[in-house]
């Protein structure tokens, strides 16, 4: 058996949903990695299929959210059906009310269906011409050189043992590895990181079928509830097919669980419709568990992301989704430090912190969302079929992906006055969007969609009405020669000025008062392969010729008297709010001072 070695600066263990994520930032930072996968290839049928608005919007700051929603199943309805008790056949099934899907000032984006084979494989369309992706590889082992500094970059101290299909063992050395390796997580077992948590034994049955019935709401993601259990549809994309995921009786054992005792348990949930079964495309059975790793790192060198470090049921479509969102935390953070932009230590502290806590929380939430599909757990503690729709309803600002809020940190800076300063923004959550006009061309677009997922920082000033205000005029020149000081101070030599930290100026008012010279040039940099000055940094919160009025100041809680910077991350979440006053540059040069290497 031959042996040979490898260097690489991060070695990504699994091509799911979080290796991937990452990957796609490591590709954008142009950072040398490598991912090792078990599979011959990629993703052929995935398991997961929810994919909520955070999600959408993470593929939308990639540039391939439209892609996505093309080919989605688009979720709008909810529709609950229970017991027909007044009708006297409490064996039959009724409806008992809808539901919007999400409330609308959650996202701007949708809630869709999309197979996570789909998902990943428009990832890996980021990773450029020859993705690095080795398949048929099976990792045996991790081991870290624990003398090695959390501040060191020269050193490898990180030890991968794999093994090719044909038997080629092959060694490799990583700056930074991820455990991305799923539920059975060969880097977390190497480790001896323990999954903590504990399994009910509710057994769940899942299929995707292509159903024949007469049931009214097939096309509509429908809740269940009738006398011999609860039944989850999830319409999936293409028409045709639909998932069931189905409670089955109690004392059933996984193992044993056939395709036809599902089909059959189907048939009497759904009674008095008829529901018969033109094909099956995919079948599981499985118990529920809530499960999470004592620990997410070994020494800041290797990390835990996905199911490696938090198992739970799949009715609230979380597990790819928080997966993700693992892969896109640790993916812009390794990306800055790789580049010499950013401080080791307060990066990868914070992604720990950050994603520990939101496994806790997700793990809390799921252990209540899935008694609320217990028939035995409803029944004891008398809760209604109006009260099990209220809570599904409800529960779905928190399944959107849209109430995660992160501590502070070294990349989250929470000051008591921030909600005098910005009302509707909170530091540590993901910043809310809103409709503007981009000034040279007056095209109304959400604000968002300014912010590129490039792997830069954001500095988003509102300077309020401009340039009527003399006073507001006089500030923005001000704020602007404070930013530009900071911004040189962060950006490498040869570098473009926007590379590393990027502005956004919103005004608000007429837009058709103000000319092009009056908006300072810090917002207007010479960039880009052609060094042309760019205009596409400027919106204004004022009526569009086609959309209507936005609002943005409104929307996000911003007096145009005052005005405000909002600080966001590479990843979208805001780092930090500040009014425009004195204490400006001094405040935001302290913060990047916190992660980021001065290089000019």
Request: proline share 4%; hydrophobic share 35%; glycine share 8%.
């Given at each position: 058996m031959s042996s040979d070695q490898e260097k690489v600066d991060v070695l990504v263990c699994g091509s799911g949903s979080a290796g991937l994520c990452a990957a796609v930032w490591l590709a954008r930072f142009g950072i040398n990695y490598k991912v090792l996968e078990r599979r011959d290839g990629p993703l052929k049928i995935g398991q997961a299929d929810g994919v909520q608005t955070r999600t959408v919007e993470i593929f939308d700051s990639f540039g391939i959210g439209e892609d996505m929603l093309k080919e989605a199943y688009h979720v709008l309805e909810l529709a609950f059906w229970a017991q027909n008790i007044e009708?006297?056949?409490?064996?039959?099934?009724?409806?008992?009310?809808?539901?919007?899907?999400?409330?609308?000032?959650?996202?701007?984006?949708?809630?869709?269906?999309?197979?996570?084979?789909?998902?990943?494989?428009?990832?890996?369309?980021?990773?450029?011409?020859?993705?690095?992706?080795?398949?048929?590889?099976?990792?045996?082992?991790?081991?870290?050189?624990?003398?090695?500094?959390?501040?060191?970059?020269?050193?490898?101290?990180?030890?991968?043992?794999?093994?090719?299909?044909?038997?080629?063992?092959?060694?490799?050395?990583?700056?930074?590895?991820?455990?991305?390796?799923?539920?059975?997580?060969?880097?977390?077992?190497?480790?001896?990181?323990?999954?903590?948590?504990?399994?009910?034994?509710?057994?769940?049955?899942?299929?995707?079928?292509?159903?024949?019935?007469?049931?009214?709401?097939?096309?509509?993601?429908?809740?269940?509830?009738?006398?011999?259990?609860?039944?989850?549809?999830?319409?999936?994309?293409?028409?045709?097919?639909?998932r069931f995921y189905i409670?089955?009786?109690?004392?059933?054992?996984?193992?044993?669980?056939?395709?036809?005792?599902?089909?059959?348990?189907?048939?009497?949930?759904?009674?008095?419709?008829?529901?018969?079964?033109?094909?099956?495309?995919?079948?599981?059975?499985?118990?529920?568990?809530?499960?999470?790793?004592?620990?997410?790192?070994?020494?800041?060198?290797?990390?835990?992301?996905?199911?490696?470090?938090?198992?739970?049921?799949?009715?609230?479509?979380?597990?790819?989704?928080?997966?993700?969102?693992?892969?896109?935390?640790?993916?812009?953070?390794?990306?800055?430090?790789?580049?010499?932009?950013?401080?080791?230590?307060?990066?990868?502290?914070?992604?720990?912190?950050?994603?520990?806590?939101?496994?806790?929380?997700?793990?809390?939430?799921?252990?209540?969302?899935?008694?609320?599909?217990?028939?035995?757990?409803?029944?004891?503690?008398?809760?209604?079929?109006?009260?099990?729709?209220?809570?599904?309803?409800?529960?779905?600002?928190?399944?959107?992906?849209?109430?995660?809020?992160?501590?502070?940190?070294?990349?989250?800076?929470?000051?008591e006055r921030d909600k005098e300063v910005v009302r509707n923004v909170t530091v540590g959550m993901r910043f809310p969007t809103a409709q503007v006009v981009r000034f040279c061309d007056a095209k109304a677009m959400q604000l968002v969609k300014g912010l590129p997922a490039d792997g830069q920082w954001y500095l988003v000033v509102f300077a309020g009405d401009f340039p009527e205000e003399e006073e507001n005029k006089a500030r923005l020149e001000k704020v602007s020669q404070a930013l530009d000081n900071i911004v040189k101070r962060f950006t490498p030599a040869g570098a473009y000025s926007d590379s590393v930290i990027d502005c956004v100026l919103v005004i608000s008012g007429d837009r058709k008062k103000v000319e092009q010279e009056q908006i300072p040039e810090f917002f207007t940099p010479v960039t880009g392969k052609w060094q042309q000055k760019c205009l596409f940094k400027v919106y204004a919160d004022d009526e569009s010729y086609n959309t209507g009025h936005g609002h943005a100041y409104e929307a996000y809680g911003i007096d145009p008297a005052k005005g405000a910077l909002v600080i966001v991350r590479p990843d979208h979440y805001v780092a930090k709010v500040s009014a425009l006053d004195d204490n400006l540059e001094q405040s935001t040069q302290q913060f990047f001072e916190g992660f980021l290497l001065p290089l000019a």
């Open positions: 009708g006297g056949n409490k064996d039959n099934i009724k409806r008992t009310r809808y539901a919007p899907d999400k409330e609308t000032e959650i996202s701007h984006q949708p809630h869709v269906i999309l197979n996570q084979a789909r998902l990943n494989e428009l990832m890996i369309g980021q990773l450029g011409p020859q993705p690095p992706i080795q398949y048929s590889t099976k990792v045996k082992g991790v081991q870290v050189d624990e003398s090695a500094d959390i501040t060191d970059l020269s050193s490898y101290p990180v030890r991968v043992d794999a093994v090719t299909a044909d038997g080629i063992a092959k060694t490799y050395r990583a700056k930074y590895v991820l455990g991305c390796d799923g539920a059975h997580s060969i880097i977390r077992k190497s480790l001896g990181f323990k999954m903590v948590g504990d399994s009910t034994d509710a057994v769940w049955g899942v299929m995707d079928i292509y159903p024949r019935t007469n049931f009214p709401d097939i096309r509509k993601k429908t809740a269940i509830n009738s006398s011999v259990g609860n039944l989850l549809i999830i319409p999936r994309e293409g028409d045709a097919m639909v409670e089955l009786p109690a004392g059933t054992k996984a193992s044993s669980v056939t395709l036809e005792d599902l089909q059959n348990h189907a048939r009497l949930i759904f009674r008095p419709y008829e529901m018969d079964f033109a094909d099956t495309f995919w079948w599981s059975a499985y118990a529920i568990g809530q499960r999470r790793a004592d620990y997410f790192h070994k020494n800041h060198r290797v990390f835990l992301t996905g199911d490696a470090c938090h198992t739970h049921s799949p009715k609230a479509g979380q597990g790819m989704n928080v997966s993700l969102q693992d892969g896109h935390n640790i993916g812009w953070k390794l990306g800055m430090i790789l580049k010499g932009l950013g401080k080791p230590k307060p990066l990868l502290e914070s992604y720990v912190i950050e994603r520990e806590k939101t496994a806790t929380e997700l793990i809390e939430f799921d252990r209540g969302f899935t008694k609320l599909f217990n028939s035995k757990y409803r029944e004891e503690h008398g809760v209604s079929q109006d009260q099990f729709a209220e809570m599904f309803v409800q529960a779905g600002r928190y399944t959107a992906g849209q109430a995660i809020q992160y501590d502070a940190s070294g990349v989250v800076e929470v000051g």
